[in-house]
C-alpha cells in the first residue's frame, strides 16, 4: 500500500459495481468543509456525476499521481448522519447490491441529480389578533373571505400556500383581501407553536384498542416490534392515531409507510383533521420538487410527521420515535427491480438501530410476519371486532358453473345486486384484470392476438381501440380482421374491468357505475374526485382492481363481490394461496363498514376447493396456520431462506450457460449445503424481448445462505458468461416470476 499524507475522498457512484472509487478533494477545499454524508459532483470516465463522501482518508492502494480530482462539493453540511449511514451499510451487506447504488438511493431525485438542499424560505399565513376577535357577520358580504378567516381560525396554527390550495380554489384574492385588512399577516412557520399538538379529542377507544394503545406506549423508549392483527374496520388507525400523538408529545417524528399511493390522501386527510403539526407526503405521484422539499423538511427536523410509500423509508428523520407500517403483508413493499429491499424488513432493522417501537398493522398478517409472532420475535396485539358495533360480513360462494353469464356476472348476482341498489346501498365490484378483455381470439381459427416480445397475449383496450401488453407496454391498434385466416370472427376472450363496465351500463342504466383501476385514475386528481364522489353518496356501483381492496372506508357498501377468484387458485407461485386468501378477506373488508350488515359473494367454478372453505367457515387465521403447517412440511420460508438468481438475454442460450456455470462456482464454495434449484426458464421466460432464466439458492439457516452468496457474486462478476447477460440477485423473493 502506497502511502501519502494527502487527503482521498471514497465516494460512492450510483452504477451497478460493488466498490467505491477515491478522488482527490476539489481544489482549495479544506478539511474542514469535507465531511462524510456531503454529495460531491465527480469527473467519471468523459462527463461527471453526483456522489457521496463515504470515507475520508489518507492512504489508498492506489497511485495517488492516477487519482482525479472531486470538481465540487455540493453541500455545506452533510445530508445524511451516521445513524443514516449505519442503516444504509447494512442493506448494502443484506441485498449485496452496489453500494453505490444502495446510498444513493436514499435520496429523492432531485437531490440524486445535484439540485440545493437549501429550503426555499416559505410564506405562512395566520390570523391577528384583529382576525381572532372580528365578528364574523361583519364579512357577510365577502363569503370567500369569511370562509378562508374561518378555516384559519379552525387550523390554529400558520398555513403555508398549498395547504390553503387543498382547502380552498381561487384563494388568493381572498388571502390578499384578508392582509389588506391586517386580518391576516404573513410569519415564518417555524416560530409557530399550536397550543395543541391535537385539533379533534380521540376517538373512544374500544377495550381492544385501549389495550393495543398502552402496550405501545408503555415501551416507546425501545425497540419492539408489535405485530397489530386486526379485522377490517376494527380501528387500526385509531390506535395508530392515539400511539401517535403520544410520540408527538415527546416532541419525536414519526414515519407512516403505505403500500399504495391511492390510500395517501384518504389517511393525510385524517392526519390532518386530528394533528396541528406539519405533515408532509413523500410518493411517486409528486413533482421532483415536492419530493425533494417533503425529504428536506423531515431531514432538517422542521415537519413531525411522514406519510409515504415504500420509497420514503430511507429519509433522514434526526428525531425519529416511531415507524408505522399499514397493510405490512403487501407485496408492494418489496422493490422488484433495482436495489431489491423489503420496506418492512429495512423499517424493523431502522427501528432496531434506533432503539424505538415499530407498529406491524394488517386485517391479514403475513405468513412471515405470524412465524415471527410464534417465535416471540413480534409481540401480537389483536383486534377482533370491528369498530362502532360494526358486525363482520357475511361470505359465501356463488357456483357459476353451467350458468349463463352477462359479462361475466351471473342471473343470481344480477338480482343480488338489484336487491341491493333498491335499498339505496352500494355495490363494491372486484376484478384484478384492467382492460376490457385479456385476450382476442378468432373464432375462425383460433388464432390468438400476442405480444411479440413477451410470453403474453395482447390485452384489449376497447375505448383506446387499441391492443397493449401490460408487460412491456408495446400498443398496436385494434384489428378488424384475423392476421391469420383474415376472417372478421374476431372476438374478446375472458373479462377486463373496461368490459364489465360497458355491462354495467346497460344491465343497471338508472344507476351511476364508476371504474377505478389504472388506466381510469391516471390523470391527477381524479382518484380523489371519484373517493369523494362515492363517500358522497353520488356513486351506486364500484368496480375496480386491486387499489380498492386495500384501506378504503366506504360506509354505504354493503355488497362486495369478487368476480373471479378462480384464476388465484392455481399459480405455480407457493405465495399464491396466501395472497389470494388475504386478497379475499380485504375486499371482503369493504362490506358492512358501518351500521349496515355487510354481504361477500365470490363467483367461482370450484365451490368445494378447500382454500375459499377454510375461509368462510374458518377465516383467515385458520387458512394462515394450515398455510404455515403446509410451508413447514415443504421447508419454504419462513422455515428456510432464499436468494434468486435471475439472468436474461437476446440470445436464449446465454442465461441458461450464465446460469450453468454459476453452478459449477457454487459447488466449489457450498461446504453448508446450500440447496440449488435451477437453472430454469422463469414462468414468463421471454419478456421485453429477452429470455429469462433463474437458479434459486435455499437454506434453513439465513448465515450459510450469506456466505455462499458473499463468495459467489465477486467470481460471478468476472465469469466471461456475465458480459452477455443482464443478471439480478434478489433475496428473500416474494415472487418467483
Known amino acids: 500500500m502506497k502511502s501519502s499524507k494527502k487527503i482521498i475522498l471514497s465516494v460512492a457512484l450510483a452504477i451497478p459495481l460493488q466498490r ?38 489518507t492512504d489508498t492502494d492506489i497511485d495517488c499521481q492516477k487519482l482525479k480530482t472531486a470538481e465540487a462539493i455540493i453541500d455545506s453540511i452533510p445530508l445524511l448522519s451516521a445513524q443514516d449511514l449505519k442503516l444504509l451499510y447494512w442493506a448494502q451487506k443484506y441485498y449485496h447490491h452496489a453500494i453505490g447504488d444502495v446510498f444513493m438511493s436514499a435520496f429523492p431525485t432531485a437531490l ?5 438542499s437549501e429550503l426555499k424560505k416559505s410564506c405562512y399565513y395566520q390570523l391577528t389578533a384583529a382576525g381572532y376577535e372580528l365578528e364574523e357577520h361583519e364579512l357577510k358580504k365577502a363569503p370567500k373571505q369569511l370562509a378562508l378567516l374561518q378555516y384559519l381560525k379552525f387550523q390554529q396554527v400558520a398555513l403555508s400556500p398549498e395547504a390553503i390550495a387543498e382547502a380552498f380554489s381561487a384563494w388568493r384574492p381572498a388571502l390578499k383581501a384578508l392582509l389588506e385588512k391586517q386580518l391576516v399577516k404573513e410569519t415564518d412557520h417555524t416560530q409557530q407553536h399550536a397550543a395543541s399538538i391535537t385539533k379533534q379529542k380521540p376517538l373512544k377507544a374500544n377495550d381492544e384498542q385501549q389495550l393495543a394503545i398502552q402496550r405501545i406506549s408503555a415501551n416507546l423508549s425501545r425497540f419492539s416490534v408489535y405485530l397489530l392483527d386486526g379485522v377490517t374496520g376494527s380501528g387500526k388507525t385509531e390506535v395508530y392515531l392515539q400511539v401517535i400523538q403520544q410520540v408527538l408529545a415527546k416532541q419525536q417524528q414519526v414515519l407512516v409507510l403505505l403500500p399504495e399511493i391511492t390510500l395517501t390522501p384518504q389517511l393525510e386527510a385524517r392526519f390532518k383533521q386530528r394533528f396541528n403539526v406539519a405533515i408532509e407526503t413523500y410518493h411517486s405521484r409528486h413533482s421532483e420538487t415536492q419530493r425533494k422539499n417533503a425529504w428536506l423538511k423531515m431531514q432538517k427536523g422542521s415537519s413531525a410527521i411522514l406519510l409515504g410509500t415504500r420509497s420514503a423509508l430511507l429519509t433522514p428523520m434526526p428525531n425519529l420515535g416511531l415507524i408505522v407500517l399499514d397493510e405490512e403483508h403487501d407485496a408492494s413493499f418489496k422493490q422488484q427491480e433495482g436495489f431489491r429491499f423489503s420496506a418492512r424488513d429495512v423499517a424493523i432493522v431502522r427501528a432496531k438501530m434506533l432503539n424505538i417501537p415499530i407498529v406491524l398493522g394488517s386485517a391479514t398478517p403475513s405468513l412471515e410476519s405470524l412465524y415471527n409472532v410464534t417465535q416471540q420475535r413480534y409481540q ?141 385514475t391516471q390523470r391527477k386528481g381524479v382518484l380523489e374526485q371519484h373517493l369523494e364522489a362515492i363517500n358522497q353518496g353520488k356513486v351506486d356501483i364500484i368496480l375496480g382492481t386491486q387499489m380498492l381492496a386495500k384501506g378504503h372506508h366506504f360506509p354505504n357498501v354493503t355488497l362486495a363481490v369478487l368476480l373471479d377468484v378462480d384464476s388465484g387458485l392455481f399459480s405455480i407461485d407457493y405465495h399464491a394461496p396466501e395472497r389470494l386468501a388475504q386478497l379475499i378477506i380485504q375486499v371482503a373488508g369493504r362490506a358492512g363498514r358501518a351500521e349496515k350488515k355487510g354481504r361477500v359473494i365470490m363467483q367461482t367454478r370450484q365451490p368445494e376447493h378447500p382454500l375459499l372453505n377454510t375461509l368462510i367457515h374458518q377465516g383467515y387465521a385458520a387458512f394462515a396456520q394450515a398455510a404455515l403447517v403446509e410451508r413447514k412440511l415443504a421447508e419454504l420460508p419462513p422455515y428456510s431462506y432464499q436468494a434468486l438468481l435471475r439472468a436474461n438475454a437476446h440470445e436464449e442460450a446465454a442465461p441458461l450457460d450464465f446460469l450453468q456455470e454459476v453452478i459449477k462456482l457454487a459447488e466449489l464454495h457450498n461446504p453448508a449445503g446450500v440447496f440449488l434449484l435451477g437453472p430454469v426458464a422463469a414462468p414468463m421466460a421471454k419478456r421485453i424481448g429477452q429470455f429469462r432464466f433463474q437458479l434459486l439458492l435455499q437454506h434453513k439457516q439465513r448465515k450459510h445462505l450469506h456466505l455462499l452468496l458473499k463468495a459467489l457474486l465477486p467470481l460471478i462478476s468476472q465469469l466471461k458468461q456475465a458480459r452477455k447477460v443482464r443478471w439480478s440477485l434478489d433475496i428473500d423473493p416474494i415472487d418467483l416470476y
Open 112 to 116: 440524486r441529480k445535484g439540485k440545493s
Open 380 to 520: 401480537l396485539l389483536r383486534l377482533a371486532k370491528r369498530a362502532g358495533g360494526a358486525t363482520p360480513p357475511s361470505l359465501s360462494l356463488l357456483d357459476v358453473r353451467n350458468q349463463v353469464l352477462q359479462e361475466g356476472l351471473s342471473p343470481p348476482l344480477i338480482r343480488e345486486i338489484q336487491k341491493t341498489l333498491a335499498k339505496n346501498e352500494q355495490v363494491l365490484l372486484f376484478l384484478n384484470r384492467r382492460g376490457f378483455a385479456p385476450t382476442l381470439i378468432c373464432h375462425g381459427c383460433g388464432w390468438v392476438a400476442q405480444c411479440s416480445r413477451c410470453d403474453a397475449n395482447l390485452v384489449i383496450h376497447y375505448q383506446q381501440q387499441s391492443l397493449r401488453c401490460h408487460h412491456c407496454a408495446s400498443e398496436q391498434p385494434l384489428m378488424k380482421q384475423c392476421p391469420n385466416c383474415q376472417s372478421q370472427e374476431l372476438k374478446p376472450l375472458g373479462l377486463g374491468t373496461e368490459r364489465v363496465e360497458n355491462a354495467l351500463s346497460y344491465l343497471f342504466p338508472q344507476h351511476k357505475a364508476v371504474r377505478l383501476d389504472r388506466d381510469s
Open 20 to 57: 467505491l472509487f477515491d478522488y482527490l478533494p476539489p481544489k482549495g477545499a479544506t478539511l474542514a468543509e469535507l465531511q462524510v454524508g456531503m454529495r460531491i459532483i465527480v469527473p467519471f470516465a468523459k462527463s461527471t456525476k453526483i456522489g457521496l463522501i463515504l470515507e475520508i482518508k
